[in-house]
């Protein structure tokens, strides 16, 4: 949800670091999206595209890169790979888990040349 | 070949799922350096609620952030707690819609504090909106400030105001799978309050599966089952406000 907004973000960090950054064009961003974030990639793709025409970074490479949602058990603590929320340990069949990985939203690099 | 600088490589440089593979393959052009950002995308709304946060601890005021669908009962939730316990505690309220000061003028009528704050397209509160009304409801000391969100199961889910507790109502007559349908807002709250009691004898409502849909979903809530309409039920809810309030 709100994958304007957070394409608006994105810009302005990129923004805020090639200001800092008296040299070098900004070729490719690194931005790390968790599973359970909320945020839909392709949504956020067409975000990215309409906020970044016109400007100076309409042509650098902006990476996606999704994080899978991991979850521990309370009871036993395995490390369960959630496929949504609701998810049962295979061990133990409990549902008390606690989410480790998978709500990221943030952006990781930026690399100039 | 990389689409950035055309060097030979076997990784795709787009979208790509983390695990085992590392998304990011090295490039050996010296004139390329990378800078390691690790911002996060709502970084300006989670520093402002990081600041609320803040002023709240100094000022011992309990903020807690009231989130549900349209038509939970937030606002008539509000009137009786507040109604009950305003002798003991002083109340400010922020109160979230798209349009009409409604919840505000009925909250003022129990004689509470109230900033109603219009978020006209906008389907959420957000931490700034929240800054704007504290400095012009301006609450005292160890006061309660209860920001009644914009009625909406997903979108307020995102944004940290900085409450000490998210407090999400859901009804009795919205079935029992809602918490199942939306997890993302049941899994960042802290207190779920199922509202509407009195309502039960005419509903073929399963309590139970509500419950353990409820501990699916996030097996850390803490639930209180009420009619804010009736008073049913209110007292433990009213009794862990005072606790809260006085724990601080």
């Known amino acids: 949800m ?23 064009c900004v070729q490719e961003v690194e931005v790390v999206i968790g599973e359970l974030s909320g945020v839909i990639i392709e949504a956020l793709k067409a975000a990215l595209q309409a906020v970044l025409r016109d400007t100076s970074y309409e042509h650098t490479q902006i990476n996606l890169t ?5 979850a521990k ?26 989410i480790i990985q998978g709500k990221e939203l943030y952006v990781k690099s930026i690399t100039f040349d | 070949m990389c689409d950035t600088c055309g060097c030979g490589s076997e990784h795709e440089a787009t979208i790509g799922k983390s695990g085992e593979q590392t998304h990011h393959h090295p ?10 950002v690790n911002k996060n995308l709502l970084h300006d709304n989670d520093l402002m609620a990081e600041r609320n946060r803040g002023y709240f601890e100094a000022k011992n005021i309990l903020a807690l952030n009231l989130v549900s669908s349209p038509g939970a009962g937030k606002t008539t939730l509000l009137e009786k707690t507040i109604a009950v316990l305003k002798k003991e505690l002083r109340f400010y309220v922020i109160a979230g819609d798209q349009q009409t000061s409604n919840d505000a003028n009925r909250i003022h009528q129990t004689g509470a504090q109230v900033m ?28 309660m400030v209860m920001i009644e969100n914009v009625g909406n199961l997903v979108c307020p889910a995102l944004f940290d105001l900085g409450e000490a507790h998210r407090i999400v109502i859901i009804s009795v007559t919205e079935g029992e799978d809602k918490p199942l349908k939306y997890p993302h807002m049941f899994a960042s709250s802290h207190i779920c309050i199922i509202n509407k009691t009195d309502l039960l004898p005419h509903l073929s409502f399963n309590m139970d599966q509500l419950r353990e849909n409820l501990k699916q979903v996030n097996h850390h809530l803490e639930v209180f089952e009420l009619s804010a309409q009736t008073g ?17």
């Open chain 2, 232 to 248: 049913e039920g209110l007292k433990p809810w009213l009794d862990w406000l005072e606790y809260q309030q006085a724990a601080l």
């Open chain 2, 27 to 36: 490039h050996d052009h010296p004139h390329q350096h990378v800078v390691e």
């Open chain 2, 116 to 143: 109603q704050v219009n978020t006209g397209m906008g389907c959420h509160l957000d931490a700034d909106m929240v800054h704007k009304a504290l400095k012009k409801l301006n609450p005292s000391d160890q006061a």
């Open chain 1, 66 to 70: 999704t994080i899978k949602a991991l």
């Open chain 1, 2 to 24: 709100h994958e304007l907004t957070l394409a608006n973000n994105i810009l302005r960090i990129i923004t805020e670091h090639a200001t800092k950054q008296k040299e070098g």
């Open chain 1, 73 to 98: 058990c309370t009871y036993c603590h395995s490390e369960v790979n959630m496929d949504t929320f609701i998810t049962i340990c295979p061990k133990c069949q409990h549902t008390h888990l606690t």
